[in-house]
T-cell receptor, first 115, second 113 residues
């Protein structure tokens, strides 16, 4: 199978601090990973496409300076929420696209709560 | 902008009933996927349809892709409490080497025993 992990699974932080979320493909290489945001009982909204070795592509309305994405290897992408505020509290989900394949494999999500 | 509208938004039914969830768009997609998500977890892929008019069956679930590849439906026969969850359709858009997924608005299903 294709397994994607996220760390941490949940995090609570104070307003103004930065939080880093990791997304790893455990048993396959992923040239491309995607970051989504989901509010309670709502759908997933694509935030950005993370490409290994190049800059991420952000969706319209997503601040690239606030949500920093780094995809330094074929198995790891990180999302850093900088200067987090309570409105950034959400469920963040990543997915990994297997190199040469067609399917996205989703991680279990990270619950962020900003106080 | 949400390009995929799902209906109904919420659905509460009794065990054993049948139901259909619709996923509609004005855009054409290269593929259409259906996911089920439970609270606090990532979405789990149920099926991918790629051909207009395609019908796929997965036990009690039947998925159909519209002829024009703009809409899809999910039909569940004899629903069970274990079917409870958030059902999401997602349209694939080819963006270079990778398909971006645009998720639908979601349908929250509750099956009462």
């Amino acid at each position: 199978g294709a397994v994607v992990s996220q760390h941490p699974s949940r995090v609570i932080c104070k307003s103004g601090t930065s939080v880093k979320i990791e997304c790893r493909s455990l048993d396959f290489q992923a040239t491309t990973m995607f970051w989504y945001r989901q509010f309670p009982k709502q759908s997933l909204m694509l935030m950005a496409t993370s490409n290994e070795g190049s800059k991420a592509t952000y969706e319209q309305g997503v601040e690239k300076d606030k949500f920093l994405i780094n995809h330094a290897s074929l198995t790891l992408s990180t999302l850093t929420v900088t200067s987090a505020h309570p409105e950034d509290s959400s469920f963040y989900i990543c997915s990994a696209h297997r190199t040469g394949g067609e399917t996205q494999y989703f991680g279990p999500g990270t619950r962020l709560l900003v106080l | 902008t949400q390009l995929l509208e799902q209906s109904p938004q919420f659905l509460s039914i009794q065990e054993g009933e049948n139901l259909t969830v619709y996923c509609n768009s004005s855009s054409v997609f290269s593929s259409l996927q259906w996911y089920r998500q439970e609270p606090g977890e990532g979405p789990v892929l149920l099926v991918t349809v790629v051909t207009g008019g395609e019908v796929k069956k997965l036990k009690r679930l039947t998925f159909q892709f519209g002829d024009a590849r703009k809409d899809s439906s999910l039909h569940i026969t004899a629903a069970q409490p274990g079917d409870t969850g958030l059902y999401l359709c997602a349209g694939g858009r080819y963006g270079g080497a990778t398909n971006k997924l645009i998720f639908g608005t979601g349908t929250l299903l509750a099956v009462q025993p």
